[in-house]
């Protein structure tokens, strides 16, 4: 940059990578877990429990690989400049559940992995592909991940919440703009 340039603002928004990767994520979320519910339904020698099944995991490695796609991502995309409104609580708490989020979306699907691998169950990507075991049969590994995989259920739901509950509060009472830097230029006005 030559001595007369002057150096570029921050972007008011997310670019169309992030909010993309943004939204796919929120996708498969809001998917895997109805998927999840119903699985949950059924019962054990139901016709087609096995594909619920399969469905899941393979939206879950899914989700796994998204995730450090936009972890990668986010170090090379430029950040939006912060916004002026929020409070300094509010973008420490915001910056708290991202972390989160971003823990949970690494952790379920690990745990998944882990409690299937460890119960002998291959896990493969709809039946296409599988993916390589990395854990030997374990039982005591298997129920662990299991319990991980229950408890983070919850998780999920709070942290998702939370975020939805922001977006929300921020799009139609604070009206501040903070959903609009997530969103595409034509859904933003």
Not at 47 to 65: E, N
């Amino acid at each position: 940059m030559s001595e007369l340039q002057a150096p570029e603002d921050p972007p008011s928004r997310y670019n169309s990578s992030s909010q993309g990767l943004h939204w796919l994520s929120a996708a498969l979320m809001f998917t895997v877990v109805p998927i999840a519910w119903y699985m949950q339904t059924l019962a054990k020698d139901a016709p087609g429990r096995g594909d619920w099944y399969t469905v899941h995991k393979s939206i879950g490695m899914l989700i796994l690989l998204l995730t450090l796609v936009r972890l990668g991502w986010r170090h090379f995309a430029p950040k939006p400049a912060p916004l002026a409104t929020l409070r300094p609580w509010e973008t420490f708490l915001s910056g708290a559940i991202h972390i989160l989020l971003y823990l949970i979306l690494l952790g379920m699907p690990l745990s998944g992995y882990i409690g299937s691998t460890a119960a002998g169950r291959p896990v493969t990507l709809f039946n296409l592909v599988t993916v390589p075991a990395l854990f030997a049969p374990d039982k005591a590994l298997a129920h662990l991940a299991h319990e991980a995989h229950e408890a983070g259920q919850w998780a999920v739901y709070l942290l998702v919440a939370l975020h939805v509950a922001a977006a929300l509060f921020h799009a139609l009472i604070r009206r501040d703009g903070v959903l609009r830097r997530m969103l595409p230029a034509w859904a933003a006005r």
